[in-house]
C-alpha cells in the first residue's frame, strides 16, 4: 500500500497527500516521501538543516548554529537554534493545550483509534529496509556507532510503534472502578492525561529514547513539545516528518533546538503540567528545584557488575563485559563502568580476553568511535589521576585513536581499563575520583577475596547514582546477598 502511494507520487512530480500529510517529492527520484535530505549525503558542501516545529508549522531562526561531523570536523549540519527572545510561539503552543489534554476517555475518544492508525503505518515505514537504513545511518552520522548497534536502535523503536498498533493505544487508557460502601457509589480510576507537557532527551540514542517518550506523552492525549540534544536533533525531526506522513495531526507536537538556557525559560514561562528529563544529574537536580517537583528523572548512573565466586563461560562473561562497557563507545546509560572480580576469576583468562575484545574494536566500523561529552584530554587527565592510586595499573588502552580525524572538541580514546586495588577505592578522596562517570569507552576494574565481600557491599552502599546493575554467579545465596544491596 505504501509503495504504491510513493511510486505514484514520483510519477506525478507534484504535492501528494498521503495518511493526511500535504509532501512533495519532486526533489529526486531517490528521496523517500518523508525525509529531506539523504542521510550519506550530508557533508560541508551539502549541509543539512535542522528546523523547528511550532503551532503545526516548520520554522527556521534569526540563529543558525552549525554542528561539526564527528568523525571528520567539517561543518556537516545547521540547526536553527531558538533563542530566549524567541520562545513566546511555544509557550503559546503549549498554553492552549488545556489541562485535561487533546483527549481522554471523556474528550475525542476517537483519538486513540488514530493513535493506533498512526503506530501500525509508521512501524510498517520503518520495517522497510530503506526507511530503516536512512535512520539508521543518520543515527551514525550524528552519534557514530557501529551499524548493528545504530540497526538495533531502529528495530527497537520498530517493535514499540508495532506494540501499540490497532486497539493497543486504547486498551493502554483501560480504566477500573471499586465498589463503593452503599448503592449508588464507585470509585472510578481513568488513566488522565497531564496536558501541556515538556520532554528533553539526551545524545546517545537518537531515535529511541525520544520517539518512546514522545508517543507515550501522545498516546494518553498529552501536548508535548520535545527538545533532543541538537548535536543529534536531526534524526528525530525526520521522524516528526515520517510521523506526520503516517497521519499525525500536525499541531499536537511541537519540536525545538535551543541551548539549555533558552529551554529553561520556556520551561518557566510555559509551565507545563510534567516534564520529562533524561540526561545529566547536575541539570536534573537543578529542574527539580525550578519546576518544583513537575518533573521524571532519568539521570546519570556509575553502573557495576559483580562476577562471583562460581567460574564459568569465561569466554560469554568476556564478551558480555567488553559489549557492557564498549559498546557505542561506553555511550549509554547502562554502560559498565566498574568491575568487581572475585578472586577465583583472576586465575581464569577473563582480563586477556577482554583486553582481545577491546582490541578488535576500530574507527574503521565504529565499534569505538568519537566521544561526544569528554574530550580526549579529559579522559588522560582522569586515567593519570586513577594510576597514582597506590597499586593501581592500567589493564589495557589509555592511548588516543591512531590515525583519525575526530575533532579536537570531542574524545578519541582507545577502549580503556584501569585496575584499583579495593581497600584503597574506599578510602576518602580515592571513592569521588574513582566513582566519576566517564561516558566513554572507560571502567574501573577491581578484586575482592573471600572475605572482602563486606567491603564490595560498602562500595555499594556508598554510590549514589544509582540506574544499572549486573551480578553474575549461579549461587543463589551468592545472588540473594547482591541483589539485597542494590535496592
Given at each position: 500500500?505504501?509503495?504504491?502511494?510513493?511510486?505514484?507520487?514520483?510519477?506525478?512530480?507534484?504535492?501528494?497527500?498521503?495518511?493526511?500529510c500535504?509532501?512533495?517529492?519532486?526533489?529526486?527520484?531517490?528521496?523517500?516521501?518523508?525525509?529531506?535530505?539523504?542521510?550519506?549525503?550530508?557533508?560541508?558542501?551539502?549541509?543539512?538543516?535542522?528546523?523547528?516545529?511550532?503551532?503545526?508549522?516548520?520554522t527556521?531562526?534569526?540563529?543558525?548554529?552549525?554542528l561539526?561531523?564527528?568523525?571528520?570536523?567539517?561543518?556537516?549540519?545547521?540547526?536553527a537554534?531558538?533563542?530566549?527572545?524567541?520562545?513566546?510561539?511555544?509557550?503559546?503552543?503549549?498554553?492552549?493545550?488545556?489541562?485535561?489534554?487533546?483527549?481522554?476517555?471523556?474528550?475525542?475518544?476517537?483519538?486513540?483509534?488514530?493513535?493506533?492508525?498512526?503506530?501500525?503505518?509508521?512501524?510498517?515505514?520503518?520495517?522497510?529496509?530503506?526507511v530503516?537504513?536512512?535512520?539508521?545511518?543518520?543515527?551514525?552520522?550524528?552519534?557514530?556507532?557501529?551499524?548493528?548497534?545504530?540497526?538495533?536502535?531502529?528495530?527497537?523503536?520498530?517493535?514499540?510503534?508495532?506494540?501499540?498498533?490497532?486497539?493497543?493505544?486504547?486498551?493502554?487508557?483501560?480504566?477500573?472502578?471499586?465498589?463503593?460502601?452503599?448503592?449508588?457509589q464507585?470509585?472510578?480510576?481513568?488513566?488522565?492525561?497531564?496536558?501541556?507537557?515538556?520532554?528533553?532527551?539526551?545524545?546517545?540514542?537518537?531515535?529511541?529514547?525520544?520517539?518512546?517518550?514522545?508517543?507515550?506523552?501522545?498516546?494518553?492525549?498529552?501536548?508535548?513539545?520535545?527538545?533532543?540534544?541538537?548535536?543529534?536533533?536531526?534524526?528525530?525531526?525526520?521522524?516528526?516528518?515520517?510521523?506526520?506522513?503516517?497521519?499525525?495531526?500536525?499541531?499536537?507536537?511541537?519540536?525545538?533546538?535551543?541551548?539549555?538556557?533558552?529551554m529553561?525559560?520556556?520551561?518557566?514561562?510555559?509551565?507545563?503540567?510534567?516534564?520529562?528529563?533524561?540526561g545529566?544529574?547536575r541539570?536534573?537536580?537543578?529542574?527539580?528545584?525550578?519546576?518544583?517537583?513537575?518533573?521524571?528523572?532519568?539521570?546519570?548512573?556509575?553502573?557495576?557488575?559483580?562476577?562471583?565466586?562460581?567460574v564459568?563461560?569465561?569466554?560469554?562473561?568476556?564478551?558480555?563485559?567488553?559489549?557492557?562497557?564498549?559498546?557505542?563507545?561506553?555511550?549509554?546509560?547502562?554502560?559498565?563502568?566498574?568491575?568487581?572480580?572475585?578472586?577465583?576469576?583472576?586465575?581464569?583468562?577473563?582480563?586477556?580476553?577482554?583486553?582481545?575484545?577491546?582490541?578488535?574494536?576500530?574507527?574503521?566500523?565504529?565499534?569505538?568511535?568519537?566521544?561526544?561529552?569528554?574530550?580526549?584530554?579529559?579522559?588522560?587527565e582522569?586515567?593519570?589521576?586513577?594510576?597514582?592510586?597506590?597499586?593501581?595499573?592500567?589493564?589495557?588502552?589509555?592511548?588516543?585513536?591512531?590515525?583519525?580525524?575526530?575533532?579536537?572538541?570531542?574524545?578519541?580514546?582507545?577502549?580503556?581499563?584501569?585496575?584499583?586495588?579495593?581497600?584503597?577505592?574506599?578510602?576518602?578522596?580515592?571513592?569521588?575520583?574513582?566513582?566519576?562517570?566517564?561516558?566513554?569507552?572507560?571502567q574501573?576494574?577491581?578484586?575482592?577475596?573471600?572475605?572482602?565481600?563486606?567491603?564490595?557491599?560498602?562500595?555499594?552502599?556508598?554510590?549514589?547514582?544509582?540506574?544499572?546493575?549486573?551480578?553474575?554467579?549461579?549461587?543463589?545465596?551468592?545472588?540473594?546477598?547482591?541483589?539485597?544491596?542494590?535496592?
Amino acid at each position: 500500500m505504501y509503495r504504491v502511494v510513493a511510486s505514484r507520487a514520483f510519477r506525478a512530480g507534484a504535492p501528494q497527500k498521503a495518511f493526511g500529510c500535504w509532501f512533495n517529492l519532486s526533489r529526486s527520484a531517490h528521496t523517500l516521501p518523508f525525509a529531506t535530505l539523504e542521510a550519506d549525503e550530508i557533508s560541508g558542501s551539502k549541509p543539512g538543516e535542522v528546523y523547528n516545529l511550532v503551532q503545526g508549522k516548520w520554522t527556521g531562526s534569526s540563529n543558525w548554529s552549525t554542528l561539526l561531523d564527528p568523525l571528520n570536523g567539517e561543518q556537516f549540519i545547521r540547526i536553527a537554534e531558538v533563542g530566549e527572545k524567541e520562545i513566546q510561539p511555544y509557550v503559546e503552543s503549549l498554553s492552549k493545550c488545556p489541562k485535561h489534554g487533546l483527549h481522554n476517555p471523556f474528550k475525542s475518544p476517537e483519538r486513540y483509534l488514530l493513535y493506533g492508525d498512526i503506530s501500525t503505518k509508521a512501524a510498517h515505514m520503518l520495517s522497510l529496509p530503506k526507511v530503516s537504513n536512512f535512520f539508521t545511518r543518520l543515527i551514525q552520522r550524528v552519534s557514530p556507532k557501529s551499524y548493528q548497534q545504530a540497526l538495533s536502535e531502529v528495530q527497537v523503536t520498530q517493535k514499540f510503534l508495532e506494540n501499540f498498533c490497532g486497539d493497543q493505544v486504547r486498551f493502554l487508557a483501560r480504566s477500573f472502578a471499586v465498589p463503593g460502601n452503599h448503592l449508588g457509589q464507585q470509585s472510578h480510576g481513568y488513566r488522565w492525561p497531564y496536558g501541556p507537557v515538556a520532554i528533553i532527551t539526551p545524545f546517545n540514542f537518537p531515535l529511541e529514547i525520544p520517539l518512546l517518550q514522545l508517543m507515550g506523552a501522545l498516546y494518553m492525549g498529552n501536548k508535548p513539545i520535545l527538545k533532543v540534544d541538537s548535536k543529534v536533533s536531526i534524526v528525530m525531526e525526520q521522524m516528526i516528518r515520517l510521523l506526520h506522513y503516517c497521519g499525525l495531526p500536525v499541531e499536537d507536537v511541537d519540536f525545538i533546538n535551543s541551548d539549555g538556557k533558552t529551554m529553561n525559560k520556556l520551561l518557566m514561562e510555559a509551565n507545563p503540567r510534567m516534564t520529562l528529563f533524561t540526561g545529566s544529574s547536575r541539570v536534573a537536580e537543578k529542574l527539580a528545584v525550578d519546576l518544583k517537583g513537575r518533573v521524571k528523572l532519568e539521570d546519570a548512573g556509575f553502573d557495576w557488575k559483580i562476577l562471583g565466586p562460581d567460574v564459568n563461560e569465561v569466554d560469554y562473561v568476556s564478551w558480555v563485559c567488553d559489549q557492557d562497557a564498549y559498546a557505542c563507545s561506553g555511550q549509554k546509560c547502562s554502560a559498565q563502568s566498574v568491575l568487581f572480580m572475585h578472586e577465583n576469576w583472576s586465575s581464569t583468562s577473563l582480563l586477556s580476553k577482554m583486553k582481545d575484545l577491546a582490541d578488535r574494536r576500530k574507527l574503521e566500523d565504529l565499534t569505538v568511535g568519537p566521544v561526544l561529552t569528554f574530550t580526549t584530554e579529559a579522559m588522560l587527565e582522569h586515567m593519570n589521576k586513577l594510576l597514582k592510586v597506590p597499586g593501581s595499573k592500567l589493564l589495557f588502552g589509555g592511548e588516543e585513536l591512531k590515525n583519525h580525524s575526530i575533532p579536537s572538541i570531542y574524545g578519541a580514546l582507545k577502549p580503556t581499563a584501569v585496575f584499583v586495588p579495593l581497600e584503597e577505592i574506599l578510602k576518602d578522596g580515592n571513592y569521588e575520583l574513582v566513582t566519576r562517570e566517564i561516558f566513554g569507552p572507560f571502567q574501573i576494574v577491581t578484586e575482592y577475596k573471600q572475605d572482602q565481600l563486606p567491603l564490595v557491599l560498602n562500595a555499594l552502599e556508598r554510590m549514589h547514582a544509582h540506574l544499572t546493575a549486573a551480578v553474575v554467579s549461579n549461587d543463589p545465596l551468592f545472588l540473594q546477598l547482591q541483589l539485597i544491596s542494590c535496592q
